[in-house]
């Protein structure tokens, strides 16, 4: 009996020992990522990077002005595969008396890949009912869509900012009316999130370059769309320009500036306001953050050849 | 009466107003980073980057058969300062079968900004006793400190392999007597991370070229250690080089893979060593992760005039 016993207890002692590995072996894989934030000091002024997820973008089909062939060649040139996983990133600007969002992500308009900015600022350490100012770069749902979740402003106590010609066109019942069946979807996006803050009187609209709070300004951008906005931060000589969507492809539109997206109102005018861009930060040398370069989406650009450019990004670092 | 429901009623509204007011200025200022673990699959395995933190490498200092001026040219055109904000990374490998890990960071061996290693890999959801193997790129303290936590070790249900050649030069008594003042340290971090496992019959060195792991072998790349290795994890046809030390400053030894760090053991080694991966990589396109590149130093190489550029991970998310 007791033999029996001590050999029972021998067995269950083994068998942990063998559970004891078995916690070892095949661990399972994770899913998603570390929080999508990312700090910098700008001067006096905090910026933080947030990403709002990533999403498929089908580049060879969406890129124009262009060809297939290059847009492989330049895809492979930087280890990428069409679609390409592309993210979507919206800036949080504190400048010691201000907190500015510039941008909102999708929330649900864009499919579940998207909608974790409100998500990624809890965990940068802030609350959206802190925010005191949202400046939106143009009315498209990926960079709109984030203001509300569901029939709730998600920032109730901010006032909303952007072009008055992008709000003129994207929330206008005249222009739904007349879009094609699949252009609709972007009015009504712009609606839904906008309409709740112009009903609340919380949305108030500029005309293009213009002081926003010291230290962010507006400056028009136009040709993504009608009233497509750069914001500028500036503190203690240091300088970020948030170009919104001047840029979606970096693998292909930094070699050729000249390649546009389906997505562009104005083709011809979002190439020339992207040109400009390139061109001066490369001279000037100061910060840029863009929507949809890869996370955290912040760093420089440096002409490389005779017509392109290069994209720098972000050294990591930790604010200290 | 009236009077004092007035005043009660200002102060409310007064009151509340302040509160208002003060919730939405002055946020403060963070500090830090949001969690440092990045995540790939790479076939059936899947790789995860975790930062030990960063560090301020005083680039003119550290590197050497270079001029300041060409130091100064790469930097900038980097935007760049020296001293550089540079990244300690190591690499947790999950097979589906091991958790491998690939160096273990700083421990407390190389001051307060490093030493996150073991915070991140929980972070990213991993406990330290999970850990089945640990390799070591070399025996450097940024790479094998966080094996220890003062007298404790961190992974106790690891094995810890390395090159046969670093642990003879680095925990030989010897070398550490005869080694001059400012470099014994070195050796004493080496002895203080790894001894205890030596003591424990946890310690098993390997000899050059190494199958370790189904799927993950040992590669020779001496050099900058006398027993460099390069780790080399394939899975289902997609394949990453993990480098350790072979690169330490992108901005200038990618433009140019001649220059040298003042710690290699023996610089035309760690040149060549240098420049055969670099040119391996670019010609195959296989996945590069390095401990100093930009957190999460994960990226590929290309050509790029005489020398290389660095094409860091798009940021994805594993789905």
Same mark, same amino acid.
């Given at each position: 009996?007791? !033999? ?104 649900? !308009? ?65 222009? !739904? ?144 | ?36 673990? /990045?995540? @790939? @699959? ?105 094996? @220890? ?11 810890? *392999? ?15 007597? +005869?080694? #001059? ?9 080496? @002895? ?11 310690? *098993? #060195? ?17 050099? &900058?250690?006398?027993? &460099? ?18 690169? &330490? ?24 060593? *240098?420049? +055969? ?18 957190? #999460? ?17 798009? /940021?994805?998310?594993?789905?």
């Amino acid at each position: 009996m007791q !033999l029996q016993r001590d050999f029972i207890l021998a067995l269950a002692i083994a068998s942990g020992v063998f559970a004891s590995t078995g916690t070892q072996a095949a661990a399972p894989m994770a899913k998603g990522q570390a929080p999508g934030f990312y700090q910098m000091m700008l001067g006096d002024f905090q910026v933080t990077a947030l990403s709002d997820g990533t999403a498929d973008l089908a580049v060879g089909k969406l890129l124009t002005h262009t060809t297939s062939a290059k847009v492989a060649a330049a895809l492979k040139r930087a280890y990428l595969k069409d679609p390409v996983q592309t993210s979507v990133n919206a800036f949080l600007i504190n400048t010691g008396t201000k907190l500015v969002l510039v941008d909102t992500g999708a929330a649900g !308009l864009f499919g579940p890949t998207l909608g974790n900015l409100a998500a990624n600022l809890k965990a940068a350490g802030y609350q959206p009912d802190q925010i005191d100012e949202i400046y939106i770069t143009h009315m498209h749902p990926d960079h709109v869509g984030g203001l509300m979740a569901g029939d709730k402003m998600v920032f109730p106590n901010a006032v909303v900012r952007a072009d008055k010609r992008d709000a003129d066109f994207w929330l206008s019942q005249a222009n !739904l009316d007349k879009a094609p069946q699949d252009g609709k979807g972007f009015f009504q996006g712009a609606m839904a999130s906008l309409n709740p803050y112009v009903a609340a009187g919380k949305f108030k609209p500029f005309e293009g370059n213009t002081e926003l709070v010291p230290g962010v300004r507006a400056l028009a951008s136009r040709g993504h769309t009608p009233g497509h906005t750069t914001y500028v931060a500036e503190s203690k000589g240091e300088k970020l320009v948030l170009i919104g969507d001047l840029v979606h492809v970096v693998a292909v539109q930094f070699p050729d500036p000249t390649v546009t997206i389906q997505f562009d109102s104005n083709p011809k005018a979002a190439e020339a306001q992207r040109k400009k861009a390139f061109g001066d930060a490369a001279k000037n040398g100061y910060w840029i953050g863009a929507a949809h370069i890869a996370f955290p989406g912040i760093g420089h650009i440096r002409t490389a050849g005779k017509k392109g450019y290069a994209w720098v990004p972000a050294n990591y670092s930790v604010v200290r | 009466m009236v009077s004092e429901q007035c005043t009660r009623a200002l102060a409310l509204v007064a009151g509340g107003m302040l509160f208002l007011g003060a919730a939405q200025a002055a946020a403060p200022m963070m500090k830090g980073q949001a969690p440092g673990y /990045y995540r @790939m @699959m790479l076939g059936d395995f899947q790789v995860t980057a975790l930062s030990d933190g960063t560090v301020d490498f005083p680039v003119g200092k550290l590197l050497t058969n270079v001029t300041q001026a060409a130091i100064d040219k790469g930097l900038a055109r980097a935007y760049l300062k020296d001293p550089v904000q540079a990244s300690v990374n190591a690499f947790l490998v999950n097979t589906g079968t091991k958790l491998v890990l690939i160096d273990t960071g700083t421990g407390n061996l190389f001051g307060p900004t490093l030493g996150k290693l073991a915070a991140n890999l929980k972070a990213a959801g991993v406990q330290p006793e999970q850990v089945d193997e640990i390799y070591i790129s070399h025996l450097h303290v940024d790479h094998g400190g966080g094996l @220890m936590a003062g007298d404790k070790m961190v992974f106790p249900n690891a094995v810890v *392999r390395a090159d046969k050649h670093d642990a003879d030069y680095w925990l030989s008594q010897a070398n550490t007597d +005869k080694a #001059p003042k400012e470099a014994k340290g070195l050796f004493e971090g080496a @002895m203080k991370s790894l001894n205890p496992y030596v003591a424990a019959g946890k310690f *098993r #060195p390997f000899d050059g070229n190494t199958e370790l792991v189904p799927g993950v072998r040992a590669l020779a790349s001496r050099g &900058h250690t006398p027993g &460099h290795t390069t780790y080399v994890v394939e899975s289902k046809g997609e394949k990453l080089a993990l480098i350790g030390d072979l690169v &330490h400053v992108v901005a200038v030894q990618f433009p140019d893979p001649t220059v040298t760090h003042a710690g290699d053991s023996d610089t035309k080694s760690a040149v060549a060593q *240098r420049r +055969k991966t670099f040119a391996d990589t670019a010609a195959n396109g296989y996945w590069i992760g390095a401990a100093h590149i930009a957190f #999460p130093g994960i990226g590929h190489i290309r050509t790029a005039g005489k020398g290389y550029d660095w094409v860091p991970a798009d /940021y994805s998310v594993v789905r």
